[in-house]
């Protein structure tokens, strides 16, 4: 299996520009995980999803953020306008089993 | 609001030394995970412990979760280069999927 895909790898963009970022989550697993990752902040949980329906999105900092998962195989985590405090790495992660997540190679987003 | 502390935030050793790394809260988890981060990756799962004062052993890595499930600390004998990376502690709920991640500590092992 090739793991949970992320793209894309770095993005970079202007203060007020939209920014999507794609996950495919490992085949046959039901829950997705969307992570952000700062120095100052760790590793927080923003949202996640099982069987493509979102189950806990109390970690979303603003409207400006939202996910949508379409299908089992695709999700999205769309942030407008972006921000510099934006900045960081987003994960996602999916899991078959309770505490089993597997880890994508993450997005770095840099909003200038 | 839970929150995972873990110490020490760095940590840099020679190689062959042996180190404890601690993962401190004052919220009971009902499951507590260990993950290595590698620069440009994601974390990696090592070990999942569920019962209190339960200790848990991966090659050279051993693991314990403290008794009244608060608490947390990995030990590494004869560290290697290898072993270098951001080590994460996490705690899960029981009844949800969500865990909430440690401060995370910083390691660097020296040849």
């Known amino acids: 299996d090739a793991g949970v895909i992320q793209s894309p790898r770095h993005e970079v963009t202007e203060m007020g520009q939209e920014v999507t970022l794609r996950c495919k989550p490992i085949?046959?697993?039901?829950?997705l995980f969307w992570y952000r990752q700062t120095m100052m902040r760790g590793l927080e949980l923003l949202i996640y999803f099982n069987n493509n329906v979102p189950i806990d999105d109390s970690g979303m900092p603003e409207d400006r953020f939202s996910a949508k998962m379409p299908n089992a195989s695709f999700s999205t985590l769309k942030i407008q306008p972006s921000e510099p405090r934006d900045s960081a790495v987003y994960f996602c992660?999916?899991?078959?089993?309770?505490?089993?997540?597997?880890f994508g190679q993450g997005t770095r987003l840099t909003v200038v | 609001t839970q929150l995972l502390e873990q110490s020490p935030q760095f940590l840099s050793i020679q190689e062959g030394e042996n180190l404890t790394v601690y993962c401190n809260s004052s919220s009971v988890f009902s499951s507590l995970q260990w993950y290595r981060q590698e620069p440009g990756e994601g974390p990696v799962l090592l070990v999942t412990?569920?019962?209190?004062?339960e200790v848990k052993k991966l090659k050279r890595l051993t693991f314990q979760f403290g008794d009244a499930r608060k608490d947390s600390s990995l030990h590494i004998t004869a560290a290697q280069p290898g072993d270098t990376g951001l080590y994460l502690c996490?705690?899960?709920?029981?009844?949800?999927?969500?865990?909430?991640f440690g401060t995370g500590t910083r390691l660097k092992v020296l040849a």
């Open positions: 085949s046959g697993h039901d829950y």
């Open positions: 992660a999916s899991s078959l089993v309770l505490g089993r997540a597997f």
């Open positions: 412990v569920v019962t209190g004062g």
């Open positions: 996490a705690g899960g709920t029981s009844g949800t999927y969500k865990y909430i």
